[in-house]
Each structure stands twice: as C-alpha cells, then as structure tokens.
C-alpha cells in the first residue's frame, strides 16, 4: 500500500537530497539528471530563499499556474545545463501574453530532474512551488500530461533555451504540442526549458495530480538510515522486485529529442539464470522476461542500485551495474481509457493491451 506523503511548509537546502532522491525513482530512468537539478535547487535556495510548498487549495482561484519542465533527451540535458535566466524569460513572456505574472510554479512532471529543478526556479522567481505535477511520474512526450487527459485545451506552449530564443506556441491540441515543440527542442541541441498549459488554479483542480513534491520527499526519506535501504524503498512504494542482477547489455541511442534503446539484466544470487529485458524511451517502458511481460507503461519501472537503493537514470546505465529492477502502480488517471490511449503501450508502439503490474509482475 502507498503511503501518504506528509504536507510540509517550505522546501530548505536540507529537504534537496530527499527530494532529490524521490524524483530519481519517479522518473522511471528519464525526467533529467536530478544530480545537476539539485545542485540548482540548492544553490538558489541560498541565494534566494527557502521556497514555499502550497497545496492548490491555497491558491485564489485565478491565480495563474507556471508548469515548467526540461524538454529533450536526458543524455543531452546531462551536459547541457538549463541557462538561469531561461525561466524568467518564461515568466516574462507569460506576463506579456496573460496581461498578468504567475503565482506559483509547478512542476510538469515530478520525474528526474524535472521535479528537482522546479525548485530552482521559483526560488529564481520569488514564487512559491506547488505540491502537484501533471505525470505523478516522467514521461516522455508533450501531451502526455494529466491536463490533456482531463480534456483541458492546450492553450499556448513557451520555450527558451541556452542561446536566449524564446519560442510561443499556440498548438489546436496537445498532439500538436508535442510536434511542434519537439521540432524547436531539436533545433534547440536536444534540450530547452518549456511552459504549457498555463492555468489558473480553478482550471487546475481536477486536471493536475496533487501531493507529488511531499510524496517524492517521502520516498527519498525512506531509505536514509535504513539497515537495508532496498527493502525500505520497496515498501514505501509498494513496489514488486522484478529482478537483481547484472547489466549485462545495453543499446542506447539518442535520436529525434529521445533517448531510445534496450537493456539486459541477467540475475544473480536468487534470480540466477533469469534474464529481463527493458524497453526505454527516456524511460523505462516495458520489462519482459523469457517473452512474457512482467511490467509496462503507464505502471512505474525503475531500476536502482542493489546496495544503495538509488536509482539509476538512462543515462546512467553502464555495463556491469549491480541493479534491482522494482515496479508499482501509476496514479489511477493513467488507468482510465483516455489515460491508457495517450500513455499506455499502444501510445509507444507496442502492440500490448495493458495489464496492470500487480496482476502481471509476481
């Protein structure tokens, strides 16, 4: 069972690695490098001050929403740090197009990098952080947010990158978005910082999954102090262990704003003689074993260090790791038919009808 995250007030220099450490497991292997995204987080906190952690109830009704988030492949984002001043030229332009400035920035996907930076930037804007995301997990494409399977229009789309472009998109749907705004992230070098669907907060309810900055705090917590940091990890995420073994072969590539390729783990100890497969796109997608499909899309996959519990990014995946491979439950949204149809396995190109990991895995 997933616990429920405690709802803090401010997030301090000594709540980044715990946050840190949650949004790496959450990004299932994508969402951005939180290695670089804390260091920002950290250094702006001192520089700016600790950031407030508002619920949505919090928030008037009007008040305008700023989802931020990297957009790219992670192995570019790794070397390619996001420019300081990329979210203020968002902010600027939000202002200039709304006729008013943002009231809190929220994170786009709590995943990776993408649910550490966030904190960064509004301790950059002066804005507090709101306690939600749009994935409860990463994801890889534009559309494949919470708003878009509630059915909320995409309304307008920013970009700004390293260089100083600043890109205004005004997509007639979230399909588009991604199109279009993947076009400029290669253009881009692979990597800029995007806004979209910028709301108030009463078009916000309903349409974003709310507590996911307490509860990525919650997960990195786990593990600090624990005797056996993976079994600590394990239960508080009410995850099943699909396999600990050794990386023993990897195919990745980066092409198109992806990276894309497979990985393999043969067992070790218990899991002797066992070999699992997983599919990435950013993120980990599917996880199979002698053809059959222990894990898939929307559900979480993440691979973590064996000792340490840590998890380990795309990018990070080197031949000869000792990994445990866990997955668990995504948020019930991404169960239902719009939710499977934007990010389920047939959204990745898998030919698979979805079965949900508790049912699949052990």
Known sequence: MVKA???QARISTDDVPALARGCAVLGTGGGGDVRA??????RAILEYG???????????????????????????????IHAEDEPVRIRDEVERI??????????????????????????RLGLPLLDADAMGRAFPEVQMVSMYVAGVPANIVIMSDVVGNVVTIRPVDGL???????????????????????????????????????????IGRATEGAQDPLAALQDELGAVRLITGKLTDLDRRTTGGFVRGTVTIEGTGDDRGRT????????????????????????????????????VQTEGLRYGQRVTVLAWPCDPLWRTPKGLETAGPRAF????????VEKIAP
């Open 5 to 7: 995250p405690a709802m």
């Open 37 to 42: 995204g804390g260091l920002a987080a950290r």
């Open 50 to 80: 600790e950031v407030p952690l508002v619920r949505l109830d919090e928030l008037p009704e009007d008040a305008l929403i700023l989802p931020l988030s990297g957009i790219g492949a992670p192995t570019v984002s790794h070397e390619m």
């Open 98 to 123: 709304f006729g008013r400035p943002p009231a809190a920035v929220m994170s786009s996907e709590i995943g990776g990098g993408n649910g550490v930076a966030p904190v960064a930037w509004a301790a």
């Open 176 to 218: 588009w978005s991604e199109q279009i705004a993947r076009a400029v992230c290669v253009a881009s070098g692979s990597s800029a910082l995007m806004a979209d669907y910028v709301l108030t907060a009463r078009e916000c309810r309903g349409a974003v999954i709310e507590g996911t900055v307490s509860r990525a705090i919650a």
């Open 276 to 311: 699992l497969g997983l599919e990435i796109q950013n993120e980990n997608l599917v996880a199979v074993e002698d053809g059959r499909v222990r894990a898939m899309v929307p559900d979480l996959i993440t691979v973590v260090d064996t000792q340490a519990a840590t998890a």
């Open 349 to 356: 190109g898998y030919d698979l009808d979805y079965l949900p």
